[in-house]
């Protein structure tokens, strides 16, 4: 009998799998420093080593903006699921069911209402890990469905965009849903209320070039990507090298596209101070740094 193979090892194997889960400890993309989980959550996923914003899951993002992380959900109506009956490598529609056990949502848009700053607002964010957040006629019924709530209610709307773009598997459908997008928030501005758009890593394609654009005031996460093309297929188009930092953030504020490039841990308290101008909730500051009504 071989003690070290019978007790030893089993016993070591055991309490490996028991300790050390797949997401214990997570590598930086941007100085490949290995940062371990429980500290990330802390910085609301933001490299301690480097500052690098890592993409941040869906939920945690709503409960960085909500006050004391509580909101509701609003219900969003039924599209048809398989309009095209696509099939790539898998039928759209297994596609799909996977991505709805994975993600635990219905597809890659969660409209929610809630306080930020004592202010009621609806908020309509995108999910990148439900097929790259990709848009879909899911994601435009989403987001009109957030612009009627925030019309009929007479609250601020708010997106927070992380998408690759329009959904391939819904073709021309899903390309139809830039037009439904910017009509729908143009119809909150139009009711005098306050449409804010936040940008993360990434925005890009058909979300870029509708709704996530339109705010009122764009709010852009730091060092995110932010475009139509990427960087690549503009590179190889135009057989060029693009400028440095090309369309992150804050290349696109220096350019006039983005409003406000701010860091994760700011986003809520920047968030609350445009919606408190914005809603004439904010006392004037005037000469001598007095403040008055």
Request: proline fraction near 4%; charged fraction near 30%; aromatic fraction near 6%.
């Amino acid at each position: 009998m071989n003690w070290l193979s019978d007790f030893v090892r089993p016993k070591i194997k055991k309490n490996a799998q028991k300790e050390i889960a797949d997401d214990l400890w997570l590598k930086c993309p941007n100085c490949n420093k290995l940062l371990f989980s429980k500290e990330l959550k802390k910085t609301w996923y933001v490299c301690p080593e480097c500052d690098y914003h890592l993409r941040l899951y869906l939920d945690k993002r709503l409960k960085l903006l909500f006050d004391d992380g509580v909101y509701s959900k609003v219900e969003l109506p039924d599209v048809q699921e398989d309009p095209l009956k696509f099939r790539d490598s898998k039928r759209y529609p297994d596609r799909l069911k996977t991505y709805r056990e994975v993600t635990g949502n219905n597809d890659a848009i969660k409209v929610v209402k809630g306080n930020i700053g004592g202010m009621k607002c609806v908020v309509a964010a995108l999910d990148f890990d439900f097929m790259g957040g990709s848009m879909g006629m899911a994601v435009g019924e989403g987001i009109v469905k957030a612009a009627e709530v925030a019309c009929k209610q007479k609250i601020p709307l708010i997106t927070v965009a992380n998408s690759g773009g329009a959904r391939m598997q819904e073709g021309i459908l899903s390309l139809m849903q830039m037009a439904r997008t910017a009509s729908a928030v143009n119809k909150v501005k139009e009711s005098g209320l306050p449409f804010i758009s936040i940008m993360t890593d990434p925005t890009t394609g058909g979300v870029s070039a509708s709704f996530a654009m339109l705010g009122d005031i764009n709010i852009a996460e730091q060092g995110c990507l932010i475009g139509f093309a990427g960087p690549r297929v503009i590179e190889q188009t135009i057989r060029e090298k693009l400028p440095e930092g090309f369309q992150r953030a804050e290349y696109l504020r220096e350019h006039g596209m983005v409003d406000i490039v701010v860091h994760r841990s700011k986003m809520k308290k920047t968030l609350v101070d445009v919606l408190k101008i914005l809603t004439n909730k904010r006392e004037l500051l005037l000469d001598e740094g007095k403040i008055r009504k």
